[in-house]
């Protein structure tokens, strides 16, 4: 049968997880088995041991990972970022968010069910515990139909509480990323009336992450996830997602030995593939919002066409245009299009990470002050100078005038000591022999010395008398 005989309104034309009435209806998953469910595990162990375990990991007496929106403190792989490297954070972001678009192009929602915390944490966490205490999809249903036993409430009360210590973990772990491990253990083990605020935000994050994975669920996909919704414009005929081939598969209905008049498709209309689904939907109504791409359903179905024996595949990773004309995937103009945009912005962002200077000096002559004329018969301009250190080690720094051999730096106070991560600020005096005056107003740079080591110059500017 060609796709364009199939009469494809029938199963086209309904949403699973609502009632006419747009009510929602609880979502009761059966426990799904199969080979990308054990490849979709081992990775998500691996993601969420990377998860719970890089805000603990310290180099230097700093963490490894940070996010300190508050201090506006930012470290990746060890290395900080300051607001003044903002120019870096936002270069990252739309290579970030380009890399996406590519990807989602390409290969549909595979983030969303291979590596989005909220799948993992759901699927791997919290239906397990759930699955465990209450037993399967079945079993929810008739104890949630059921009247309040004593065990009933006993089951509940041990899946609630467990839920509720695992969000505490997450959101401890959520703040650890914000205010690093060091901050999170004082707020922990000090005075708690000292820390009220940081507190409240840590009950606050529990309970948000309770709700969403006690109650709210699929509907954080489904009605939250802005990436969801972009789903409708980057998916094309040609991405690859999970796919019911229905050319295959339709006219669906039980097998039966007797050769009907109208041949039968494979799917036998069992709806394991719906039973097992997370977000409740039907996947053979076609490519939907709701799909997050978990694989739940390619395992089920798979189970279901070997036990009839007939080829695996009904569901499976595949374009709308692989399933009805049996096209491979091809490097087409759009994915050569943002391909190219992905490469620039890569190129401009690498080579901005590599020229990165781990010190940031500005030196300003002093507003308001001209210059000063000197009996030894120098001219001296009065500068303030910050030093931003954004490395992770402390450094001693000293500066020196470049082309000015007799021209000297006079330091006011004590000499200046970098600590890491942070702004120091001093001021010192620029003195030429007014002989060597270029000009009465000219640009002049300066050094900057750490440990006999050039880190960075600067260019100011110099005043001198008229003449
Ligand atoms: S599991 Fe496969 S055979 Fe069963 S209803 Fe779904 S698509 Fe059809
Ligand atoms: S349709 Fe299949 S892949 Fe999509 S969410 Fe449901 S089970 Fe997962």
Request: glycine content about 6%; charged content about 20%.
């Amino acid at each position: 049968m060609k796709p364009e005989q199939i009469d494809t309104t029938e199963f086209r034309d309904h949403l699973s997880n609502v009632t006419e009435a747009g009510k929602r209806i609880w979502i009761y998953p059966r426990i799904v088995k199969g080979l990308l469910y054990k490849y979709r595990t081992v990775f998500s162990w691996f993601l969420m041991l990377l998860l719970f375990g890089l805000p603990w990991i310290e180099i230097d007496g700093h963490p490894y990972f940070m996010f300190n929106v508050i201090e506006r403190k930012f470290i990746f792989f060890g290395v900080m970022f300051f607001p003044q490297d903002f120019h870096l954070v936002a270069i990252g972001l739309i290579t970030f968010i380009v890399f996406i678009i590519l990807f989602t192009v390409i290969f549909g929602r595979v983030w969303c069910g291979w590596a989005c915390p909220q799948t993992i944490f759901m699927e791997m966490l919290f239906r397990k515990i759930e699955n465990w205490i209450e037993g399967d999809y079945k079993a929810q249903q008739r104890l949630d139909a059921s009247p309040w036993t004593q065990e009933k409430i006993l089951k509940k009360t041990a899946k609630h509480t467990l839920f509720f210590v695992l969000s505490f973990i997450i959101a401890n772990t959520f703040l650890a990323y914000l205010i690093g491990k060091q901050e999170l253990w004082t707020i922990v083990s000090d005075d708690p009336s000292r820390h009220v605020g940081s507190l409240a935000s840590m009950i606050l994050f529990t309970s948000v992450f309770y709700f969403v994975f006690a109650r709210f669920r699929e509907l954080v996909c489904i009605v939250v996830c802005p990436y969801g919704r972009l789903q409708g414009v980057l998916l094309d005929k040609k991405s690859i997602v999970v796919a019911y081939d229905y050319v295959r598969g339709e006219p669906r209905g039980k097998q039966t030995k007797v050769v009907a008049e109208k041949p039968k498709g494979d799917c036998i209309d069992c709806k394991i593939c719906v039973q097992v689904c997370p977000t409740g939907i039907d996947i053979r109504n076609g490519t939907q919002l709701e799909c997050i791409g978990c694989t739940a359903c390619i395992d089920a179905c798979d189970e279901v066409m070997v036990k009839i024996d007939k080829p695996i595949g009904l569901i499976r990773y595949d374009s709308l245009d692989g399933i009805e004309n049996k096209t491979k995937l091809k490097f087409n103009l759009r994915i050569k299009a943002y391909s190219a945009v992905l490469a620039a912005l890569l190129g401009v962002l690498v080579y901005l990470l590599l020229s990165r200077n781990m010190m940031e000096t500005t030196i300003l002559r002093t507003p308001g002050l001209t210059y000063q004329e000197n009996k030894n018969g120098t001219v001296s301009n009065l500068y303030s100078v910050e030093v931003m250190n954004k490395s992770t080690t402390a450094m001693p720094v000293n500066f020196a005038l470049k082309d000015f051999p007799k021209g000297t730096i006079k330091l006011i106070g004590k000499p200046l000591f970098l600590n890491a991560g942070e702004l120091t600020k001093g001021s010192f005096f620029i003195e030429i022999p007014k002989k060597d005056l270029p000009d009465n107003t000219f640009k002049l740079e300066v050094e900057v010395y750490s440990n006999g080591k050039l880190i960075d110059h600067v260019k100011t500017s110099f005043l001198g008398p008229m003449e």
